[in-house]
Nanobody, 118 residues
């Protein structure tokens, strides 16, 4: 499975961005997909995940109510709609796919940078 993120950029605090992650290859093997982020000097952290069927979602407490994860089964693309962005949301955002079980993320994209200015 190959993953390609897009949609990152610079935004002011309080603004919005939508990230996209296009999946290709053996997408039939995907159980779930997710977004993770890593800020400079910090470990990579979970942001949100969604089952490939789209029926189940999960969010980190830090983004609940502000971010929404979704996916388009026809386009085989996952999205992360980010609203009310804060400077602490600044990070490199990665999409990931779990092929051997829900939550077992083993395929990763290259990442897209999100910078939120105060």
């Amino acid at each position: 499975v190959q993953l390609a993120e897009s949609g990152g950029g610079l935004v002011q605090a309080g603004g919005s961005l939508r990230l996209s992650c296009a999946a290709s290859g053996r997408t039939s093997s995907i159980y779930s997909m997710g977004w993770f982020r890593q800020a400079p000097g910090k470990v990579r952290e979970f942001v949100a995940s969604i089952s490939w069927s789209g029926t189940s979602t999960s969010y980190a407490d830090s983004v609940k109510g502000r971010f929404t994860i979704s996916r388009d089964s026809v386009l085989e693309t996952m999205y992360l709609q980010m609203s009310s962005l804060k400077p602490e949301d600044t990070a490199n955002y990665y999409c990931a796919a779990a092929r051997y079980g829900p939550g077992n993320f083993d395929s990763w994209g290259q990442g897209t940078q999100v910078t939120v200015s105060s």
